[in-house]
């Protein structure tokens, strides 16, 4: 009972972190309100018996994507946004299919057969033992066993899309080839001019 | 054993949860004409999926779930990365990341 009361009121913040980060008319405003929203989601992952997720959510989601964020809004000074859109009739629009989409998703979601095929409660307690795990569901070490066993392969091809990821954030963010190196050496800048 | 049991939220919860707050992801998606606030409302999403993720995995007892989502994890942060970097050379080029005013496709 008390898990469930608890669930509600966290479900009650996420939820309405959510409708602010929609409704802020300030970036950085919605980026905190995003971390609100985050902050919840890695306490539903502790209730639901995931600590090593939920640490790093806080760390990878809430702390260094959202610092990302925050850079970027600051460093274009994007801070003010404008609501309104240019085509008028999008909002009512949107608003209806996004009601629509929450409606059926729910209803397919609590269908009988859906339910049916979920065990409705698991049966996991905070000490239980994985299958063929000597440490609990979910702990770090589960985890690692599981990632550097049976996801190895997978595990190294995300080393070469965070490697790949970085070179193309280099090459897309910085300036035009020469230009920085020109604009350091004022000399340099006055020759090639002279030059033309 | 009372007390162990007592905390535990049934999936179901979890999963609606997950639904809504996904399709308050899409409709920011759909509302926000921000590149910036798309972005954020795209990472809404992912998180949302991850949330059904986690659930199930705790549902079926497999840890797969969970290694799952620390791989959407990592994808997002390639995904962000990649992302803001294109946006801030939109802004260079345009001096606007308003995605109304970004119809064509010359540099």
């Not at chain 1, 998703?105 to 033992?129: F, M």
């Given at each position: 009972?008390?898990?469930?009361?608890?669930?509600?009121?966290?479900?009650?913040?996420?939820?309405?972190?959510?409708?602010?980060?929609?409704?802020?008319?300030?970036?950085?405003?919605?980026t905190l309100f995003l971390v609100i929203n985050f902050t919840c989601?890695?306490?539903?992952?502790?209730?639901?018996?995931?600590?090593?997720?939920?640490?790093?959510?806080?760390?990878?989601?809430?702390?260094?994507?959202?610092?990302?964020?925050?850079?970027?809004?600051?460093?274009?000074?994007?801070?003010?946004?404008?609501?309104?859109?240019?085509?008028?009739?999008?909002?009512?629009?949107?608003?209806?299919?996004?009601?629509?989409?929450?409606?059926?998703?729910?209803?397919?979601?609590?269908?009988?057969?859906?339910?049916?095929?979920?065990?409705?409660?698991?049966?996991?307690?905070?000490?239980?033992?994985?299958?063929?795990?000597?440490?609990?569901?979910?702990?770090?070490?589960?985890?690692?066993?599981?990632?550097?066993?049976?996801?190895?392969?997978?595990?190294?091809?995300?080393?070469?899309?965070?490697?790949?990821?970085?070179?193309?954030?280099?090459?897309?963010?910085?300036?035009?080839?020469?230009?920085?190196?020109?604009?350091?050496?004022?000399?340099?800048?006055?020759?090639?001019?002279?030059?033309? | 054993?009372?007390?162990?049991?007592?905390?535990?939220?049934?999936?179901?919860?979890?999963?609606?949860?997950?639904?809504?707050?996904?399709?308050?992801?899409?409709?920011?998606?759909?509302?926000?004409?921000?590149?910036?606030?798309?972005f954020m409302s795209v990472e809404l999403m992912l998180n949302a999926?991850?949330?059904?993720?986690?659930?199930?995995?705790?549902?079926?007892?497999?840890?797969?779930?969970?290694?799952?989502?620390?791989?959407?994890?990592?994808?997002?942060?390639?995904?962000?990365?990649?992302?803001?970097?294109?946006?801030?050379?939109?802004?260079?080029?345009?001096?606007?990341?308003?995605?109304?005013?970004?119809?064509?496709?010359?540099?």
């Amino acid at each position: 009972m008390l898990g469930t009361i608890l669930f509600f009121i966290l479900a009650l913040i996420a939820i309405l972190a959510a409708i602010g980060m929609l409704t802020s008319t300030n970036a950085v405003h919605a980026t905190l309100f995003l971390v609100i929203n985050f902050t919840c989601i890695a306490l539903f992952y502790l209730g639901l018996n995931a600590p090593f997720l939920a640490m790093v959510q806080i760390t990878v989601y809430a702390g260094a994507i959202m610092v990302l964020f925050l850079f970027v809004i600051m460093l274009l000074g994007a801070e003010r946004v404008q609501l309104n859109s240019t085509l008028r009739w999008q909002v009512p629009l949107g608003i209806v299919l996004v009601v629509a989409l929450m409606v059926v998703s729910a209803v397919v979601l609590l269908s009988p057969e859906v339910s049916i095929s979920l065990p409705s409660v698991a049966p996991v307690a905070a000490d239980t033992q994985s299958e063929g795990s000597n440490y609990g569901f979910g702990s770090a070490q589960a985890i690692g066993e599981v990632l550097f066993n049976r996801y190895l392969l997978p595990f190294e091809m995300t080393g070469v899309l965070l490697l790949v990821a970085m070179v193309g954030a280099i090459v897309l963010a910085r300036d035009e080839a020469g230009k920085t190196i020109h604009n350091l050496n004022p000399q340099a800048d006055s020759e090639s001019s002279a030059a033309d | 054993m009372f007390e162990e049991t007592s905390f535990l939220v049934p999936t179901n919860y979890y999963i609606i949860l997950s639904a809504i707050l996904f399709a308050l992801g899409v409709g920011g998606v759909l509302l926000r004409r921000n590149a910036i606030l798309i972005f954020m409302s795209v990472e809404l999403m992912l998180n949302a999926a991850n949330l059904a993720f986690v659930a199930f995995a705790r549902s079926m007892f497999n840890l797969d779930g969970q290694v799952f989502v620390f791989f959407v994890m990592t994808v997002a942060a390639a995904e962000v990365a990649v992302g803001l970097a294109l946006i801030v050379a939109i802004f260079r080029s345009k001096k606007s990341i308003d995605i109304d005013e970004l119809h064509s496709m010359e540099g």
